[in-house]
Protein backbone atom coordinates (compact mmCIF):
# COMPACT_ATOMS: atom_id res chain seq x y z
CA UNK A 1 0.00 0.00 0.00
CA UNK A 2 1.74 3.38 -0.99
CA UNK A 3 1.39 5.78 1.48
CA UNK A 4 2.82 9.84 1.18
CA UNK A 5 3.06 11.70 4.09
CA UNK A 6 4.21 15.71 3.91
CA UNK A 7 5.57 17.90 6.26
CA UNK A 8 7.78 21.17 6.55
CA UNK A 9 4.72 23.50 5.91
CA UNK A 10 4.19 26.44 8.42
CA UNK A 11 4.14 30.19 8.39
CA UNK A 12 6.99 32.55 7.15
CA UNK A 13 7.68 35.83 5.66
CA UNK A 14 7.95 36.96 2.07
CA UNK A 15 11.47 36.20 0.82
CA UNK A 16 12.22 33.63 3.45
CA UNK A 17 12.59 29.41 2.32
CA UNK A 18 11.05 26.80 3.44
CA UNK A 19 11.69 23.29 2.44
CA UNK A 20 8.70 20.53 2.44
CA UNK A 21 9.32 16.56 2.30
CA UNK A 22 7.28 13.94 1.46
CA UNK A 23 7.85 10.39 2.77
CA UNK A 24 7.08 7.42 0.66
CA UNK A 25 6.06 4.54 1.33
CA UNK A 26 5.35 0.92 -0.34
CA UNK A 27 6.41 2.44 -3.60
CA UNK A 28 6.79 -0.86 -5.70
CA UNK A 29 10.26 0.85 -7.89
CA UNK A 30 12.65 3.80 -6.86
CA UNK A 31 11.60 4.78 -10.87
CA UNK A 32 8.12 6.69 -10.32
CA UNK A 33 6.86 9.96 -11.14
CA UNK A 34 6.85 12.14 -8.37
CA UNK A 35 5.38 15.70 -7.87
CA UNK A 36 4.17 18.37 -5.79
CA UNK A 37 0.82 20.29 -6.38
CA UNK A 38 -0.76 22.91 -4.48
CA UNK A 39 -4.45 24.40 -3.72
CA UNK A 40 -5.75 26.96 -2.80
CA UNK A 41 -9.40 27.01 -1.14
CA UNK A 42 -11.67 27.59 -4.33
CA UNK A 43 -9.42 27.16 -6.71
CA UNK A 44 -8.03 24.00 -8.80
CA UNK A 45 -5.10 22.01 -7.79
CA UNK A 46 -1.98 23.59 -9.43
CA UNK A 47 1.00 21.37 -10.61
CA UNK A 48 4.35 23.25 -8.95
CA UNK A 49 7.11 20.66 -9.58
CA UNK A 50 7.40 17.32 -11.12
CA UNK A 51 10.08 14.32 -11.09
CA UNK A 52 9.90 11.73 -13.68
CA UNK A 53 11.78 8.50 -13.01
CA UNK A 54 14.58 9.52 -15.37
CA UNK A 55 15.53 12.43 -13.68
CA UNK A 56 13.56 14.71 -15.57
CA UNK A 57 12.26 18.19 -13.58
CA UNK A 58 9.52 20.10 -14.59
CA UNK A 59 8.77 23.50 -13.24
CA UNK A 60 5.73 25.59 -13.24
CA UNK A 61 6.40 29.00 -14.65
CA UNK A 62 5.16 30.46 -11.55
CA UNK A 63 8.30 28.61 -9.04
CA UNK A 64 10.58 28.49 -12.05
CA UNK A 65 14.21 29.37 -10.56
CA UNK A 66 12.46 29.73 -7.10
CA UNK A 67 11.84 25.82 -5.90
CA UNK A 68 13.79 22.61 -6.30
CA UNK A 69 12.54 19.18 -6.30
CA UNK A 70 14.68 16.33 -5.35
CA UNK A 71 14.67 12.64 -4.09
CA UNK A 72 16.23 10.86 -1.76
CA UNK A 73 16.18 7.72 -3.37
CA UNK A 74 17.44 5.40 -0.71
CA UNK A 75 15.29 6.66 1.65
CA UNK A 76 12.39 7.28 -0.48
CA UNK A 77 12.02 11.19 0.65
CA UNK A 78 10.85 13.62 -2.29
CA UNK A 79 12.20 16.92 -1.28
CA UNK A 80 10.54 20.77 -2.54
CA UNK A 81 12.82 23.54 -1.55
CA UNK A 82 10.95 26.48 -1.35
CA UNK A 83 12.84 30.18 -1.56
CA UNK A 84 12.47 33.73 -2.10
CA UNK A 85 8.28 32.77 -0.93
CA UNK A 86 5.82 35.13 -1.99
CA UNK A 87 2.27 35.73 -0.75
CA UNK A 88 0.65 34.23 -3.59
CA UNK A 89 2.78 30.90 -2.52
CA UNK A 90 0.30 30.67 0.50
CA UNK A 91 -1.47 27.37 -0.16
CA UNK A 92 -1.79 23.45 0.80
CA UNK A 93 1.08 21.08 -0.63
CA UNK A 94 0.29 17.48 -1.73
CA UNK A 95 2.94 15.08 -2.68
CA UNK A 96 1.76 12.99 -5.62
CA UNK A 97 3.27 9.60 -6.85
CA UNK A 98 2.37 7.18 -9.61
CA UNK A 99 4.47 4.31 -11.44
CA UNK A 100 3.80 5.93 -14.77
CA UNK A 101 6.01 7.87 -16.57
CA UNK A 102 5.75 10.83 -18.64
CA UNK A 103 8.93 11.73 -19.76
CA UNK A 104 9.11 15.00 -18.49
CA UNK A 105 6.22 16.40 -20.30
CA UNK A 106 3.73 18.54 -19.44
CA UNK A 107 1.55 15.42 -18.26
CA UNK A 108 4.01 15.36 -15.25
CA UNK A 109 2.20 18.79 -13.55
CA UNK A 110 -1.10 17.18 -14.69
CA UNK A 111 -3.33 15.76 -11.01
CA UNK A 112 -4.81 13.53 -13.22
CA UNK A 113 -1.54 11.82 -14.00
CA UNK A 114 -1.18 10.38 -10.30
CA UNK A 115 -2.89 7.61 -8.09
CA UNK A 116 -1.55 8.08 -5.12
CA UNK A 117 -1.58 11.66 -3.02
CA UNK A 118 -0.60 12.47 0.74
CA UNK A 119 -2.85 14.79 3.16
CA UNK A 120 -1.24 18.01 2.87
CA UNK A 121 0.74 20.70 4.52
CA UNK A 122 -0.46 24.14 4.68
CA UNK A 123 2.49 27.03 3.78
CA UNK A 124 1.41 30.23 4.56
CA UNK A 125 3.51 32.76 3.39
CA UNK A 126 2.41 36.48 4.99
CA UNK A 127 3.97 39.87 3.15
Known amino acids: QVQLVESGGGSVQAGESLRLSCAAS????????MAWFRQVPGKEREGVAGLDPEGTRIYAPSVKGRFTISKDNAKDIVYLQMNDLKPEDTAMYYC?????????????????????WGQGTQVTVSS
Open 26 to 33: GLTSPYWS
Open 96 to 116: AADPRAYGGSWQTLLDTSYNY
